[in-house]
T-cell receptor, first 110, second 116 residues
């Protein structure tokens, strides 16, 4: 079945460091891809999305490009801030339900 | 402009009791989804409902779990005779279901169920 694999955390960075969180997927159809962020005690918020190959989703300095040839959707940010500390989930859908990776905890220190 | 509301935020039950989790979708949304997050796991889809209809329950355990979304009032996820393995965070999401192949799902803050 369809699945999402993302790098395990925690990822610990200093403020202004470069961030990459890897995400790869397996899907039988043509999925839409997402990154969600979960701050402590809160629900998930959509961070960015891409609906077809080569699309680049971007928001709040975060970017991810839908790479069909490598079945990947890696999340990047050029300069992280303490406020980016959260759990990040990669997800896909080919229909209704979202299929999530296990999440990657990011901790940014000043 | 209230988002998706879930209550209670924390629920403690003893083994064998019933747990009822409530979800009020965003205003104007008629589609509700329930997900479960077990410790150290990602969210797993459980069920998708529209008003008065269960559309997809492929992720629901076969026994003890049920869900409804009545014409009036919140969606309810009901777990009968809870066991320790039911301890998890349960998230509800809603969407408008009016456009495109994918309708963005907006998530509530979750209900954290602890079974003693």
């Amino acid at each position: 079945g369809d699945s999402v694999t993302q790098m395990e955390g925690p990822v610990t960075l200093s403020e202004e460091a470069f961030l990459t969180i890897n995400c790869t997927y397996t899907a039988t159809g043509y999925p839409s891809l997402f990154w969600y962020v979960q701050y402590p005690g809160e629900g998930l918020q959509l961070l960015l999305k891409a609906t077809k190959a080569d699309d680049k989703g971007s928001n709040k300095g975060f970017e991810a490009t839908y790479r069909k040839e490598t079945t990947s959707f890696h999340l990047e940010k050029g300069s992280v801030q303490v406020s980016d500390s959260a759990v990040y989930f990669c997800a896909l859908t080919t229909g209704t339900a979202l299929i999530f990776g296990k999440g990657t905890t990011l901790s940014v220190s000043s | 402009n209230a988002g998706v509301m879930q209550n209670p935020r924390h629920l403690v039950r003893r083994r064998g009791q019933e747990a009822r989790l409530r979800c009020s979708p965003m205003k104007g949304h008629s589609h509700v989804y329930w997900y479960r997050q077990l410790p150290e796991e990602g969210l797993k889809f459980m069920v998708y409902l529209q008003k008065e209809n269960i559309i997809d329950e492929s992720g629901m355990p076969k026994e003890r779990f049920s869900a409804e979304f009545p014409k009036e009032g919140p969606s309810i996820l009901r777990i009968q005779q809870v066991v320790r393995g039911d301890s998890a965070a349960y998230f509800c999401a809603s969407s408008s279901g009016t456009s495109g192949a994918y309708n963005e799902q907006f998530f509530g803050p979750g209900t954290r169920l602890t079974v003693l």
